[in-house]
């Protein structure tokens, strides 16, 4: 399954509807973003229980603003609603292969206990 296109308009509907959602901000004029896109869409046909998801920075300004892009590519990972990872930068393969794997690892019940903690602060 090959990365679907996130915008303002189904962002909210494709992070509901999912566990867990990787997002490549990335933008047509970006050289690196240009080499990382084919090792995001290996990496979706490789883990279709996963979702890919695209975010044209020049298209969807208020999505790159609302994570505080800063520099593309960059890439995120959502995981029950919640961000818990997003790092600037194009990844090789093995490097994207293991941040998957380590985001599946994470104890998402520990996250929002900590999250729970610091709003009480």
Known sequence: MS????????FDEVVSNNDFV???????????CRKFGPVFEAAAERHTDLVFAKVDT???????????I??????AVIR??????SQPGALPESALEDLIAQSRKVDMDEVRRQIAEGQKK
Do not use: G, H, R, Y
């Not at 990365?3 to 189904?10: H, M, P």
């Not at 020049?58 to 505080?68: I, K, N, S, T, V």
């Open 70 to 75: 800063q520099s593309i590519p960059t890439l």
């Open 3 to 10: 990365a679907l296109e996130l915008t303002k308009d189904n």
């Open 58 to 68: 020049m298209a969807q300004p208020e999505l790159a603003q609302a994570f505080d």
């Open 80 to 85: 029950d609603k919640v961000a818990i990872f």
């Open 22 to 32: 990787l997002i490549d901000f990335w933008a047509d004029w970006c050289p690196p």
